[in-house]
């Protein structure tokens, strides 16, 4: 399996992810991951300023609107 093919399974197996899973996944820092979550543009469950996990679709949704931004 490719790496690709590896981030792409993990991607769709996973229903929720940390800011850490969610960094080390898509090779993004924490705290730009932390960062999209407080400014709204990525959501995530929040306790207080503690980003406890982000759901799946919220990365699909996000990554797909980053990518129709890019082009």
Same mark, same amino acid.
């Given at each position: 399996m490719t790496a690709h093919e590896n981030w792409a399974a993990? $991607?769709?197996?996973? @229903?929720? #992810?940390?800011?850490?899973e969610?960094? @080390? $996944? /898509?090779?993004? !820092? @924490?705290? #730009?991951i932390a960062q999209e979550v407080h400014k709204g543009e990525l959501d995530g469950l929040k306790i207080g300023n503690d980003i406890v +996990?982000?759901?799946? +679709? !919220?990365? /699909?949704?996000? $990554?797909?609107?980053r990518e129709e931004a890019s082009e």
């Open positions: 993990r $991607l769709m197996h996973q @229903e929720t #992810f940390t800011p850490a969610l960094a @080390e $996944l /898509l090779n993004m !820092s @924490e705290a #730009f +996990d982000i759901p799946r +679709d !919220s990365v /699909l949704a996000w $990554l797909k609107r």
